[in-house]
C-alpha cells in the first residue's frame, strides 16, 4: 500500500504565516490562475482567484549534495492537509506525466530510479520503485520543470 504524504503542516503554516523559505525570505503572494498551481499541504490545484504563496523549499531534513531546493506553491490561507494519506491526491490527476524517483534512507538519489511516467502508472511505478532494498521513499515531481509535489511512501498491508 502507498502513502502520499503532503508537506508537514507545521512547516505549511510557518510558511503561510510569514515564515522564512529555503533561501531565508518570504513567500510571494499571487493570485492563481487556476491552471497548474497545486498546493504541496491539501494536495489540490490551488482555485482560480485564490491567493496563493510561491517560495523556495527543499523537502530533505539537511543540505547535501541531492537535497534539491526549488519552488513551489502553496494556498496563502491555510489549508487542511490531504486527509487521507491510502488515496491518491488530485494533484496527480493534473498532468499527463510525472517525473517520479527513490531515494535511500539518508536521502540521497538512488540512481536507476528516476522515471516519466504517465499519470496512471505513478502508483504502479512508485511500488516497484519501493521494492528495492536502497529505498526508502519516493518523490513525485512535475515532468515538466522538476517542482517537488509531495513524498511516496510504502507501508505494510493492513491487518
Not at 489549508?79 to 506525466?97: E, F, G, Y
Not at 529505498?135 to 517542482?147: E, P, Q
Amino acid at each position: 500500500m502507498l502513502h502520499y504524504m503532503p508537506m508537514p503542516t507545521p512547516q505549511a503554516r510557518a510558511y503561510q504565516r510569514g515564515g522564512a523559505d529555503a533561501y531565508g525570505r518570504t513567500a510571494e503572494h499571487q493570485t492563481s490562475d487556476g491552471d497548474g498551481a497545486p498546493c504541496r499541504h491539501c494536495l489540490k490545484n490551488i482555485p482560480k482567484g485564490a491567493g496563493m504563496l510561491v517560495l523556495a523549499h527543499c523537502p530533505f531534513p539537511e543540505k547535501q549534495p541531492y537535497a534539491e531546493t526549488g519552488p513551489i506553491f502553496l494556498c496563502a490561507d491555510e489549508c487542511k492537509a490531504h486527509a487521507d494519506p491510502a488515496t491518491s491526491p488530485d494533484v496527480l490527476s493534473t498532468s499527463p506525466t510525472y517525473l517520479i524517483k527513490g531515494y535511500s534512507e539518508d536521502h540521497r538519489i538512488v540512481y536507476g530510479t528516476g522515471a516519466i511516467v504517465e499519470k496512471s502508472s505513478v502508483a504502479s511505478e512508485a511500488q516497484s520503485i519501493l521494492a528495492q532494498d536502497r529505498v526508502a521513499y519516493v518523490h513525485a515531481r512535475s515532468a515538466k520543470n522538476n517542482c517537488y509535489l509531495l513524498r511516496i511512501e510504502g507501508v505494510g498491508s493492513p491487518s
